[in-house]
């Protein structure tokens, strides 16, 4: 499995939470469950690859608060039966999150969530 963190709101990097850092973590929990982790280029030289994307949204009030939501989605590669050239990404598996509220001096607490999703 790959792990693709995207770019997370460049107010919140400069906060503290960056995005490089988020998905070496989260590469790491997953490790320690017994997931196989894959480089880029093994994921694409393996034909039923798997992808978790997580994606951290979050908005600032200006009066001292972010609101946010953190969505999972697992790809996988599949192929169609009847075309042998059509290898497609397909999301198997989706976990939507709800919107939430933290102050904006506690962005640890953005990673916190974050972490406790993906276990």
Not at 43 to 51: E, I, K, N, Y
Not at 83 to 111: C, M, P, Q
């Given at each position: 499995?790959?792990?693709?963190?995207?770019?997370?709101?460049?107010?919140?990097?400069?906060?503290?939470?960056?995005?490089?850092?988020?998905?070496?973590?989260?590469?790491?929990?997953?490790?320690?469950?017994?997931?196989?982790?894959?480089?880029?280029?093994?994921?694409?030289?393996?034909?039923?690859?798997?992808?978790?994307?997580?994606?951290?949204?979050?908005?600032?009030?200006?009066?001292?608060?972010?609101?946010?939501?953190?969505?999972?989605?697992?790809?996988q590669?599949?192929?169609?039966?009847?075309?042998?050239?059509?290898?497609?990404?397909?999301?198997?598996?989706?976990?939507?999150?709800?919107?939430?509220?933290?102050?904006?001096?506690?962005?640890?607490?953005?990673?916190d969530?974050?972490?406790?999703?993906?276990?």
């Amino acid at each position: 499995m790959e792990v693709l963190v995207e770019p997370l709101n460049i107010e919140i990097e400069q906060l503290g939470l960056q995005t490089v850092k988020l998905q070496s973590d989260i590469r790491q929990r997953l490790q320690k469950a017994g997931i196989t982790m894959l480089t880029e280029r093994e994921g694409l030289a393996t034909p039923t690859a798997a992808m978790l994307g997580v994606r951290l949204d979050a908005v600032h009030d200006r009066i001292g608060r972010y609101f946010y939501s953190i969505d999972l989605l697992l790809t996988q590669r599949v192929r169609l039966e009847d075309n042998v050239a059509s290898d497609l990404s397909a999301v198997t598996w989706l976990k939507l999150g709800a919107i939430g509220v933290v102050a904006d001096d506690n962005v640890k607490h953005l990673e916190d969530q974050v972490l406790r999703k993906v276990d």
